[in-house]
């Protein structure tokens, strides 16, 4: 129910703010994104606590690899989870007419911060050169 509701809030935030034409994809595309703040924060710490040598220095690195590739299999589990599994507009109509409880709500905003969080703070203010 939360990831059904993180990707309602990210379908009605794509409508409004800038994607009017495909917002379902959008939402699929960020949700598949997020995991990877997790992961990417994980080997950081493991790098700064010398328990591996994390480096993302180059394009054919192996964690770079594998983060395109870690990408790819969320964007197809995420693309056949709201599209074939779950009916994406039946998805935005029950959000749209109910409303869930304060927990969940409380759990899916912890989760869309913290990972937009990742993303801001290393990504942006740490210099991440591509």
Known sequence: MIYKYIFYKFYSWACEWYDPFAPQITATLILSLLPLSILYTILLLASYLDIIQFSMDYISS????AFIVIFISLVIINQIYFFAYNNWKE???????????????????????FCSSVYFLLFIFFGYNF
Do not use: G, Q
């Not at 192996?62 to 690899?65: G, K, L, N, Q, R």
């Not at 409880?101 to 869309?112: D, E, L, P, Q, V």
């Open 91 to 113: 998805i935005i109509l029950f959000f749209r007419k109910n409303d869930i409880s304060k927990r969940s709500k409380i759990a899916a905003y912890i989760y869309i911060i």
């Open 62 to 65: 192996p964690f770079v690899v």
